[in-house]
């Protein structure tokens, strides 16, 4: 079982910068893979960005490479979500979610955070 609590939405310019958290705890979870996803209302889910826990390499959606960076603090059991360069469709509630490295759903997810993005 793995639980998951994100934390540093707001309200944010264009252009701007905010850096989602994700504290992640469970009995086990050396080997789950960490995403943020976000979901904006009238669009459909999209995964933005994810982590091995404990290995190396990403993954991002075309739409915020160059923009977005995801990273770990395997120390304080952390995911962060650096988001620079804000743009309104960057707008949505974002979630973070794990899975085993295996699986290919996510099992667990968040409660989300909104990022808002004004121009």
């Known amino acids: 079982q793995v639980q998951l609590v994100e934390s540093g939405g707001g309200l944010v310019q264009v252009g701007g910068s905010l850096r989602l958290s994700c504290a992640v705890s469970g009995r086990t979870f050396s080997s789950y893979v960490v995403g943020w996803f976000r979901q904006a209302p009238g669009k459909e889910r999209e995964l933005v960005a994810a982590i091995s826990w404990s290995g190396t390499g990403t993954h991002y959606a075309d739409s915020v490479k160059g923009r977005f960076t995801i990273s770990r603090e395997n120390a304080k059991n952390a995911v962060y979500l650096q988001m620079n360069s804000l743009k309104p469709e960057d707008t949505a509630v974002y979630y973070c979610?794990?899975?085993?490295?295996?699986?290919?759903?996510?099992?667990?997810w968040g409660q989300g955070t909104q990022v808002t993005v004004s121009s």
């Open positions: 979610a794990a899975r085993a490295m295996q699986n290919y759903e996510y099992d667990y």
